[in-house]
C-alpha cells in the first residue's frame, strides 16, 4: 500500500518535461494519490496526467481567477484536496543595481503575488471540505539561508514565501491544514540545464554538501512525499533536502570564477 493510498493532490508547475513537478507528481501517483498537474503547456500537461493516470489544467499563477478555478477544479474532480504543491518558479540572475522594473513586476508576481494566490485559493478549499484540512507545501530555494551573489529579487521573494507559509501553519493549523516549505538547492533540471553544461561550475559547488553530492530531483520529492502523508506531524517548517549546504553556504562569484576559469583553462591545454 502506497504513502498516499486515497489522497488526492494538485501540483503547480508541472508543465515542462521532467521538471520537478512532473517528478513529485510520478512519485506521488506511484504512491497511491490521484493527481491532477497544472501549468502554462498544455502538451507537455496532458502526456503527463495520460501517463499517471490523472487530471491536468492550465493555470498560470501570476493570474488569480486560474489559481482558484485550478482549485476548485482538484476538490470538483477528485472529491477533494489532500495536498496541494507549488512548484512555480523562475531563477532570476541579475545585479541589484541592474534589475530592471519589468524583471523585479514579474519576479514579484511569480514568487510572490503567486505564492499568496495559490495560498489563499488552497487554504479555502481546504477549509470548506468535510473533513477540513490538507498539507500545503511551496518550493522555496538553499539560497534562503546560504546566501548567493546577484540573487536579491529571487532570495528576496522566496524568503516572503517561506514567512507566509509560516503565517497560513499558525492561523489555519486548527483546521487539520499543514503548510510547509521545501528547499531545494542547485538541482540538475530544465531551469539548470544550460548551467549545468558550464565547464568548472559543478565543481564549485560539491565541496559545499557534506554529504558529497548535489541534491536531485528525487530528494526533493520524497521531501514533499513525507510532508504530504499521515507520517509527517509537522508545520510551519522550511525542509532543506539538499544535502546540507546550508552548513557551509553557496559558493560566491570569485569561487565560481575560480572554478569556471580552471576548468576552461584545463581544457585549452587539452
Given at each position: 500500500?502506497?504513502?498516499?493510498?486515497?489522497?488526492?493532490?494538485?501540483?503547480?508547475?508541472?508543465?515542462?518535461?521532467?521538471?520537478?513537478?512532473?517528478?513529485?507528481?510520478?512519485?506521488?501517483?506511484?504512491?497511491?494519490?490521484?493527481?491532477?498537474?497544472?501549468?502554462?503547456?498544455?502538451?507537455?500537461?496532458?502526456?503527463?496526467?495520460?501517463?499517471?493516470?490523472?487530471?491536468?489544467?492550465?493555470?498560470?499563477?501570476?493570474?488569480?481567477?486560474?489559481?482558484?478555478?485550478?482549485?476548485?477544479?482538484?476538490?470538483?474532480?477528485?472529491?477533494?484536496?489532500?495536498?496541494?504543491?507549488?512548484?512555480?518558479?523562475?531563477?532570476?540572475?541579475?545585479?541589484?543595481?541592474?534589475?530592471?522594473?519589468?524583471?523585479?513586476?514579474?519576479?514579484?508576481?511569480?514568487?510572490?503575488?503567486?505564492?499568496?494566490?495559490?495560498?489563499?485559493?488552497?487554504?479555502?478549499?481546504?477549509?470548506e471540505q468535510a473533513?477540513?484540512?490538507?498539507?500545503?507545501?511551496?518550493?522555496?530555494?538553499?539560497?534562503?539561508?546560504?546566501?548567493?551573489?546577484?540573487?536579491?529579487?529571487?532570495?528576496?521573494?522566496?524568503?516572503?514565501?517561506?514567512?507566509?507559509?509560516?503565517?497560513?501553519?499558525?492561523?489555519?493549523?486548527?483546521?487539520?491544514?499543514?503548510?510547509?516549505?521545501?528547499?531545494?538547492?542547485?538541482?540538475?533540471?530544465?531551469?539548470?540545464?544550460?548551467?549545468?553544461?558550464?565547464?568548472?561550475?559543478?565543481?564549485?559547488?560539491?565541496?559545499?554538501?557534506?554529504?558529497?553530492?548535489?541534491?536531485?530531483?528525487?530528494?526533493?520529492?520524497?521531501?514533499?512525499?513525507?510532508?504530504?502523508?499521515?507520517?509527517?506531524?509537522?508545520?510551519?517548517?522550511?525542509?532543506?533536502?539538499?544535502?546540507?549546504?546550508?552548513?557551509?553556504?553557496?559558493?560566491?562569484?570569485?569561487?565560481?570564477?575560480?572554478?569556471?576559469?580552471?576548468?576552461?583553462?584545463k581544457m585549452q591545454?587539452?
Open positions: 500500500m502506497g504513502q498516499l493510498e486515497g489522497k488526492t493532490a494538485v501540483i503547480l508547475g508541472a508543465a515542462s518535461p521532467d521538471n520537478m513537478g512532473q517528478v513529485i507528481a510520478r512519485l506521488f501517483a506511484k504512491e497511491g494519490a490521484k493527481v491532477m498537474v497544472a501549468g502554462r503547456k498544455e502538451g507537455p500537461l496532458s502526456d503527463l496526467a495520460n501517463e499517471i493516470g490523472g487530471h491536468y489544467q492550465l493555470c498560470d499563477i501570476t493570474n488569480r481567477d486560474q489559481v482558484h478555478a485550478l482549485a476548485a477544479a482538484g476538490a470538483e474532480k477528485m472529491g477533494r484536496v489532500d495536498a496541494a504543491i507549488n512548484c512555480a518558479g523562475w531563477g532570476l540572475l541579475a545585479n541589484l543595481l541592474e534589475t530592471t522594473d519589468e524583471q523585479l513586476d514579474q519576479i514579484t508576481d511569480l514568487q510572490f503575488k503567486g505564492t499568496h494566490h495559490f495560498l489563499q485559493a488552497f487554504v479555502k478549499v481546504m477549509s473533513p477540513t484540512g490538507g498539507s500545503i507545501i511551496s518550493l522555496s530555494s538553499a539560497t534562503t539561508k546560504a546566501l548567493i551573489n546577484n540573487h536579491a529579487a529571487y532570495i528576496g521573494t522566496k524568503t516572503a514565501g517561506e514567512a507566509m507559509i509560516r503565517c497560513v501553519a499558525n492561523d489555519f493549523g486548527h483546521l487539520g491544514i499543514k503548510a510547509n516549505s521545501v528547499s531545494p538547492a542547485f538541482t540538475e533540471s530544465p531551469m539548470t540545464a544550460e548551467s549545468f553544461q558550464v565547464p568548472g561550475l559543478v565543481d564549485a559547488f560539491m565541496p559545499k554538501y557534506p554529504l558529497g553530492r548535489l541534491n536531485t530531483s528525487d530528494d526533493v520529492a520524497n521531501a514533499c512525499l513525507w510532508l504530504s502523508s499521515d507520517a509527517a506531524f509537522v508545520t510551519g517548517e522550511n525542509l532543506q533536502p539538499n544535502g546540507g549546504v546550508t552548513l557551509r553556504g553557496n559558493p560566491q562569484a570569485k569561487d565560481i570564477e575560480a572554478s569556471v576559469g580552471a576548468a576552461m583553462a591545454e587539452g
